[in-house]
């Protein structure tokens, strides 16, 4: 084999299936025109907790168009007992355990759902069914000293819910200066603009799922299991997905949804939730209350800190983000104790979103870190740096990279951090006043085991088959760019098809692990391929196939430090007299490894910082304490970032060459954007008006009492 | 015309092509689009008017299509993703789409034919001289397409959500396609 001088990896590569994307011939997973197709639309409990004592469906099943009602009554046992290998996927069954019991958990569950020929039939249907409950009395709001919560065994990442190392209390109670401050960051929702769908068809014992799904393989796990069927009779399709931000990275109610409601009626149906539906259905970043202590030595160097989290999680599923996890690592402190407790909740389940832990845990600390420069009226980024450790500060473990400092000073240098006034409120333009703020950023960087199967055709082609899923990150075009490398052609001879189950065992695009954990499969396949085409003496008429699985290589790695960081930095300005906040600028500098398509992954972080951006100044779901749930449930309620409020955002890797990560040397990109985002710009705020708001979203209402002050002078 | 009292035929000339279909009288242009006549281009998003992924051109301007029952557009032209193409002579994109890819202004693609379709209209409301909230003088509205900045992309756009955020390409990408021809070609 000859080497290609130009290497496709690293190159910015245009999407491959850029042209299917604007051209609208992308299907997605409610796009699949089956024959005999019916829809389904479900019925939502309206209390939060209780019991349906009744369901009337004889106004429903009256109405022209209307197939059948799926009720508790009628509706397929599933094994609901069924024990899954992997945690979080065996966290996801309750909520798919549909019409299994009668019990209501939540406002918003499925009670029902109505089965028609026409989508608007199924919705009037929908709305004729009668269900009386029972009611019990209810509790949706998450309080930080409620003492019905607790520490949990273990939380979302793994980590036990509390750590300790040294006295970190004493330790505290002992520091010459002290930051004790808490921080509350809301519920949020993923909003992923396809909501979650699924068109399910059953043919026999065999069901095909098109879903909107960050993991087909994973996905087809519990809801085989819960069919009692083998992994290998569930099919889960997800070759397009509308986004995700780890919403769809388990199956949700939607999918079950479809699937039982095609048993019933024997034919194929399809589900796609609206908004207001998704808003309970589909898990939601949970709200934490954070209390952070920070004791320092007067030249900065942090002697302790103490990081404590409540958050909240339904009835159904001990749900524990790791909202504390990274304080752990990201500081060189000797006495450090983070708690996460959690209260169980008569709410809808949350789940991940983007970050999960670390967006909100990272908000809290580095807005405390930033509270400790000022009390010691040092500069921030020299604060950071005076804390940066030589090892994992947790468990001693070397880092395979780290490079924190590299990215505050080159963020520095770039932003035009140099000359900054600390003062707070110093700088006025006219009726703005401006200020900045920086903020660190980690994300843990995790390899999954994967299989791929890799197969040259007589003609010069080849074909990659690995189960990933594209949810927008560009997995597809980079995998194709690692394919084609590996087998040392043009990236035109290669095709790579993702989004199938049964293409084999292969993690969700979740985590940051996906292209880490794909490629490495998608290599080995395509190098074990080069070497069967050499054994043959080239490609047989019928072409060759090789398969590879990376279980051993992801086992045999050694135990390390691994993780991505970054800076991030924020320009905000606020109007003195509205108190209108608007983020002029903002610019991310990360040290992730090995950038495999400059362009795909530069959208994935000024994507993630962009809703940072909407984290720090709009997202905010308001639970509802009388009726349970949230009280906004739609996108004129619940704000994300609109283009208006996007301006300057840009991001920067630095060069990291670090061969103790995978084989790609990556570390996975789809989460760090967003964290240390928030707190950027909370400290941006700070500085701009002098006023520290400790509660996400910063809204007007929140800065305008300190604007008084400033208005007069 | 009404078949009966729930459904109705409707004429829509779309993409194009005149298509004549039977609709239930509470179907949405958007649902009659994407289940009656398997154009899946344009994506559902909220069904509320509220995220703009529906966006198609209906009579040569921008509208939620969530928000439309398709028998009130009886008798329309529409435009939707799949004839974006079409409307420069049956190239093979569009200079938008085109702009589209070379700035990477779509992540998981679910919003961008609703962003094409709305920066389309856009920039023909600009050629007409429509002022925007940001517009500094709205009595003098705007010297066309090719006139607008930044600023007044990211107004003009902003009834189109898009999630991953890829708002930077989407504004590069429109100011691109503005600059050379105001989008009329």
């Known amino acids: ?713 | 015309m009404l078949q009966d009292d729930t459904r109705s035929e409707v004429s829509l000339r779309i993409n194009g092509v005149d298509r004549t279909v039977g609709v239930d009288n509470r179907a949405t242009l958007l649902d009659t689009l994407r289940e009656g006549l398997g154009l899946t281009g344009a994506k559902k998003g909220c069904d509320h008017g509220q995220c703009g992924a529906c966006t198609v051109l209906l009579d040569g301007r921008r509208v939620n299509s969530c928000l439309q029952l398709a028998v009130a557009a009886d008798g329309g032209e529409v435009v939707t993703i799949e004839g974006v193409a079409g409307l420069e002579g049956g190239g093979d994109l569009h200079a938008l789409q085109r702009a589209f890819l070379e700035h990477d202004a779509l992540q998981c693609g679910y919003c961008t034919p609703g962003q094409i379709c709305s920066a389309l209209g856009a920039m023909a409301e600009a050629e007409r001289g429509w002022p925007s909230h940001v517009t500094g003088d709205t009595s003098a509205g705007v010297a066309g397409a090719a006139s607008l900045d930044a600023y007044e992309v990211r107004e003009r756009m902003s009834g189109n959500i898009c999630r991953c955020g890829a708002y930077g390409g989407i504004v590069a990408a429109v100011l691109e396609v503005a600059e050379a021809d105001g989008g009329r070609s």
Not at chain 1, 272 to 295: D, E, H, K, V
Request: proline share 6%.
């Open chain 1, 1 to 713: 084999m000859s080497t290609t001088t130009q290497r496709a990896t690293g190159a910015p590569i245009v999407r491959v299936d850029g042209r299917a994307k604007v051209t609208g011939a992308a299907q997605y997973a409610y796009e699949y025109p089956l024959e005999n197709m019916a829809y389904a639309w479900p019925v939502q409990s309206t209390i939060a907790k209780g019991r349906v004592e009744s369901i009337d469906d004889s106004a429903a099943l009256a109405r022209p168009g209307v197939i059948a009602v799926l009720t508790p009554d009628n509706v397929a046992r599933l094994q609901v007992d069924v024990e899954l290998p992997l945690p979080f996927l065996a966290a996801a069954v309750p909520d798919l355990s549909l019409l299994q019991s009668r019990e209501v958990a939540f406002r918003g569950q499925i009670v029902a759902a109505v089965i028609a020929t026409s989508l608007e039939a199924a919705r009037e249907g929908a709305g004729a069914v009668e269900v009386g409950y029972e009611e019990q009395a209810h509790d949706a709001v998450l309080r930080f000293d409620d003492d019905r919560a607790y520490v949990p065994g273990v939380v979302n990442d793994f980590s036990p819910g509390n750590v300790e190392r040294g006295e970190a209390d004493r330790a505290f109670a002992e520091a010459p200066v002290r930051i004790d401050a808490t921080y509350s960051t809301p519920a949020e929702h993923a909003v992923p603009m396809e909501p979650h769908s699924a068109t399910a068809a059953w043919d026999g014992d065999r069901l095909t799922i098109y879903n909107s799904d960050q993991g087909p393989f994973y996905s087809s796990l519990p809801i085989s299991a819960l069919f009692g069927l083998d992994p290998g009779q569930v099919e889960i399709v997800a070759e397009y997905v509308g986004g995700g931000f780890g919403s769809k990275a388990a199956p949700r109610p939607p999918t079950m949804l479809a699937a039982l409601a095609a048993r019933l009626v024997d034919r194929p149906v399809k589900v796609a939730l609206n908004r207001p539906q998704s808003f309970s259905l589909t898990t939601y970043r949970t709200p934490t209350i954070q209390r952070l202590r920070l004791g320092a030595e007067r030249d900065g160097r942090l002697a302790a800190i103490v990081h404590e989290s409540v958050q909240q999680s339904s009835t159904l599923v001990e749900y524990t983000e790791q909202s504390v996890s990274s304080t752990r690592l990201l500081y060189a402190a000797p006495d450090v104790r983070t708690t996460a407790r959690v209260r169980r909740l008569d709410v809808p389940t949350p789940g991940w979103l983007r970050a999960p832990g670390d967006a909100p845990g990272v908000y809290a600390l580095e807005s405390a870190v930033d509270e400790l420069a000022v009390e010691l009226g040092m500069d921030p980024i020299e604060l950071r740096v005076r804390n940066e450790p030589d090892a994992d500060p947790e468990t001693g473990q070397p880092f395979s990279s780290r490079n924190l400092v590299g990215a505050l000073r080159e963020g520095a240098a770039r932003f035009g951090w140099e000359g900054r006034d600390p003062a707070p409120a110093s700088r006025r333009e006219g009726n703005w006043l401006v200020g900045t703020g920086v903020a660190a950023a980690h994300y843990p960087a995790l390899v999954f085991p994967s299989t791929a199967q890799a197969r040259a055709e007589a003609d010069g082609g080849f074909v990659v088959r690995v189960g990933a899923a594209d949810i927008g990150t560009g997995a597809r075009t980079v995998l194709t760019q690692v394919a084609a490398d590996a087998l040392d052609v043009p990236l035109e001879r290669v095709r790579v098809d993702i989004g199938r189950a049964s293409i084999g065992v292969a993690p969700f695009a979740g985590g940051s692990i996906g292209t880490a954990s794909w490629s490495w499969a998608v290599e080995k396949a395509c190098g074990a391929l080069l070497d069967a085409v050499q054994e043959h003496g080239g490609v047989p008429p019928e072409g060759l196939e090789v398969q590879a699985d990376t279980t051993e290589d992801v086992g045999a790695l050694a135990e390390m430090s691994r993780g991505g960081y970054g800076a991030q930095f924020a320009e905000v300005r606020v109007d003195v007299d509205t108190g209108q906040i608007r983020v002029d600028r903002m610019l991310g500098v990360f040290a992730t490894g090995r950038v495999l398509n400059p362009r795909t992954a530069r959208s994935q972080i000024v994507g993630a910082m962009t809703m940072g951006l909407s984290m720090a100044l709009m997202e905010i779901a308001e639970p509802d304490p009388e009726f349970g749930d949230f009280a906004n449930h739609d996108l004129a309620s619940y704000h994300v970032a609109s283009n208006a409020d996007v301006r300057d955002v840009d991001c920067v890797f630095l060069h990291e060459d670090d061969k103790n990560l995978n084989s790609i040397g990556g570390k996975g990109i789809g989460e760090i954007g967003i964290v240390g985002a928030a707190a950027a710009i909370a400290n941006a705020v700070h500085h701009a008006i002098g006023l520290r708001v400790r509660d996400l979203p910063i809204r007007i209402e929140d800065v305008r009492p300190a604007l008084q002050d400033l208005r007069v002078r």
